[in-house]
């Protein structure tokens, strides 16, 4: 089947893709793949020049601002809303949110809990609930929901993240069960060890000892790039492979089939 071929759900002659977050981490990659895959694209608040670059690969598109906060119900029925009006309907939709927060069994509060909960659990909720129904209504369509590494692998230090995010691919495997029958095929991926501000500066790694310690977790013995996740994000999305349901697939260089060593637990 070549990209020409592909079915699309909206009026513009193109697939259109849904993406929440195009500031940071691999969501800007995303983009940039499906523009260059002859997709349209509606995206959530962009980096600096990144619409006027996906523009230049070929794609239209709609900027959304404003849905930084997913614990928002309404914030994904936003960029469906632009979606069905400025394409006719999409076709994909990449979604991550996240509330990281530190802290093992021994320190977790329930305002934690709570918030963790929110960010990391209720907000993948809120997000299939919105984009399920015209997905199942036009009979076809693709969602990946960016959870984390350690919703497989526990990360003791991060209880109530590490659960919430368990939790969410839950939320994830139960939906795809109720959309694989009209066409929709959910999935989740877990990042972990991306190289990329957000996790260099969360996690001490700009220091050059400290870096070494967390190789040192990683089987592949470096950090993964944004770009690098981001592909294989797109092969659940480009509508080239519909027969993925339900599944989570973890993007962390190995770690999830490694041993936890002693020292993650300090």
């Known amino acids: 089947m070549s990209l020409n ?12 893709a849904i993406i929440t977050d195009t500031r940071v981490h691999i969501g800007p990659y995303v983009a940039r793949e499906l523009a260059s895959l002859n997709h349209n694209l509606v995206i959530g608040t962009p980096a600096e020049g990144l619409a006027e670059e996906l523009r230049g690969l070929g794609a239209e598109v709609a900027v959304v601002t404003g849905i930084e906060d997913l614990t928002q119900p309404d914030a994904v029925q936003k960029l469906i809303d632009t979606a069905q009006k400025e394409f006719g309907g999409f076709d994909a939709a990449f979604i991550r949110s996240g509330h990281h927060i530190q802290g093992d069994i021994l320190h977790a509060t329930a305002e934690d809990m709570q918030a963790s909960y929110e960010g990391n659990c209720l907000s993948v909720v809120y997000a299939l609930q919105a984009l399920l129904p015209p997905l199942m209504n036009a009979g076809r369509g693709q969602i990946v929901i960016n959870t984390s590494a350690t919703g497989d692998k526990p990360k003791p230090t991060a209880l109530a993240y590490s659960a919430m995010r368990a939790g969410a691919n839950m939320v994830v495997r139960c939906a795809a069960m109720t959309a694989a029958p009209k066409g929709v095929c959910v999935n989740a ?3 972990n060890f991306l190289n990329y501000s957000g996790f260099k500066e969360s996690n001490g790694a700009n220091d050059p000892k400290r870096l070494e310690e967390i190789l040192k977790r990683i089987p592949l013995g470096r950090l993964g790039e944004a770009s690098e996740a981001a592909h294989f994000a797109v092969s659940l999305l480009d509508g080239r492979n519909m027969y993925q349901a339900g599944n989570f697939f973890p ?16």
């Open 5 to 16: 071929e592909l079915e699309t759900n909206s009026d513009s002659g193109k697939r259109v």
């Open 251 to 266: 993007i962390s260089g190995g770690f999830n089939n490694a041993g936890i060593p002693l020292e993650y637990n300090s």
């Open 189 to 191: 991926i877990g990042t």
